[in-house]
């Protein structure tokens, strides 16, 4: 029975990696584990979305996360948007304010640089880039959702003219001057204003359109007294609004977003409490490991709480000028990662042993790397090498390293082991002896100067 079962197994990774090849045929090493078709899908003058897909599925794997790029000019609005997946934002770059719907209230938090911040899907969001003369620079998780079937994401555009369209401008305009309580010219006026895209510039200029001036002078209010006018706007006012009265336009603007919010988005006391979403800082955190040639930082649903719904974590790694994070595997996740700084070599290894790829990334690049294969990254000698990403588990990932003093060679070194290997145990035992260090290892050249030392 053992037989058949080592057997069986055989042939189950034989044929996991025959898949892998079939699907991977005519793609090169360097291009398998490397996301190269990075989309844009939102293009203004006030910045930018990029998408990249996740892994192409010929590994089971769920979820299948999209990494997603945002570049938002200094003082601009990302409009009031809901999408059909799960958002994570990680602020690379610059500072933010980040409004969303919770439990019918209006929650806003601003965000400093190294600050993490989950949207759920189906939550209506905005973003603002707050710091004049610094470009605000966002990396996101886009979980996809499974009810729907086209794209990598859909955008909801509360917010919205001729470019973008708001969902609500699908409904006849009978209908919403009805829900509303105005008149339908009124409805076609708010609806046919916005013409600059779903990245907008707020500044002050003359030349601004009326719509970035009407969205101004909202961010400019306080916090109670932008909620005192989201509730301001659920009642009935009777005026006639004309082209050039602002004030009006206003809050009948926001009255159209109240009515896709609720009716009254400030929500009640008693749901005020201190599960509202909030953020979390990865750079206001002591690394979970650190030594001479490295650190390293994984956040978890125990960590942030928020990231239990979306069942995705994150980390961040810094490796010094030629070290190397050890051979090791994730047991419970596939990982996604982008280069912040610097550049180095990955390399991961098919299930039999054979090199899967060993390619050189740079910053900005966008790589991935199923669950169970093995695999390292290596700084180049000139410089550090930074990397943030994003896993498919919530849950604790506690990869398996197999070389290093923390690695499976060393809790497993004994007569079996040696055997497998063909070897001696003494043997085995100086082989696994000779790197002290764990986690985190010395450049070669390192490691070559230490072992002439001692």
């Not at 990494?67 to 809901?82: A, C, D, K, R």
């Not at 050039?244 to 159209?256: A, D, G, T």
């Not at 030594?291 to 974590?313: A, C, E, M, W």
Request: proline fraction near 4%; hydrophobic fraction near 35%; charge should be positive.
């Amino acid at each position: 029975m053992g037989r058949f079962t080592s057997s069986l197994l055989v042939l189950l990774v034989a044929m996991c990696y025959g898949v892998a090849m079939a699907k991977g045929e005519g793609e090169s090493r360097e291009e398998k584990f490397l996301l190269r078709g990075m989309k844009r899908v939102v293009k203004t003058d006030a910045g930018e979305m990029k998408v990249v897909r996740g892994s192409k599925g010929w590994i089971s794997d769920r979820p299948n996360i999209h990494v997603g790029f945002v570049t938002m000019e200094p003082n601009s609005l990302f409009i009031p948007q809901y999408l059909d997946s799960d958002l994570i934002i990680f602020l690379h770059r610059g500072e933010a304010w980040v409004g969303s719907i919770y439990r019918d209230e209006l929650i806003e938090r601003r965000l400093k640089t190294g600050a993490v911040y989950r949207i759920p899907a189906g939550s209506t969001f905005y973003l603002v880039n707050t710091v004049d003369g610094q470009r605000l620079q966002i990396i996101c998780s886009v979980e996809k959702s499974d009810s729907i079937g086209w794209g990598t994401f859909q955008s909801f555009f509360i917010g919205g003219g001729s470019y973008p369209t708001s969902v609500l401008a699908g409904f006849e305009r009978s209908t919403l001057s009805s829900a509303l309580n105005v008149s339908e010219s009124q409805v076609t006026q708010i609806l046919t204003m916005q013409t600059s895209g779903p990245i907008i510039s707020l500044s002050n200029s003359p030349s601004d359109s009326h719509q970035s001036r009407v969205w101004t002078q909202f961010l400019e209010m306080r916090h109670h007294e932008r909620v005192q006018c989201l509730k301001r706007t659920a009642v009935h006012f009777e005026e006639e609004v004309a082209e050039e009265e602002e004030e009006p336009i206003m809050r009948l603007y926001w009255k159209l977003l109240n009515s896709a919010f609720g009716k009254e988005v400030t929500g009640n006391h008693a749901r005020r409490s201190s599960k509202k979403p909030h953020s979390y800082n990865l750079f206001n955190r002591k690394p979970d490991f650190e030594n001479h040639y490295g650190s390293s930082i994984t956040v978890d649903q125990f960590d942030y709480s928020p990231l239990k719904r979306s069942g995705v974590g994150l980390y961040l790694v810094n490796l010094k000028a030629g070290s190397m994070m050890a051979p090791h595997l994730n047991p419970t996740a596939t990982e996604y990662g982008i280069v912040l700084r610097g550049s180095g070599r990955i390399q991961i290894v098919f299930p039999n042993g054979t090199l899967a790829m060993n390619a050189r990334v740079n910053e900005g690049d966008v790589f991935w790397i199923p669950r169970y294969f093995p695999f390292c990254q290596i700084a180049s000698q000139n410089g550090p090498f930074e990397f943030f990403g994003f896993t498919t588990s919530a849950h604790r990932n506690r990869p398996q390293f197999l070389v290093g003093s923390n690695s499976v060679l060393q809790s497993m070194r004994g007569p079996a082991f040696a055997a497998a290997f063909g070897v001696s145990e003494e043997r085995l035992k100086r082989i696994v002896n000779a790197q002290s260090e764990s986690t985190i290892l010395p450049s070669r050249s390192s490691s070559e100067e230490r072992v002439k030392n001692e």
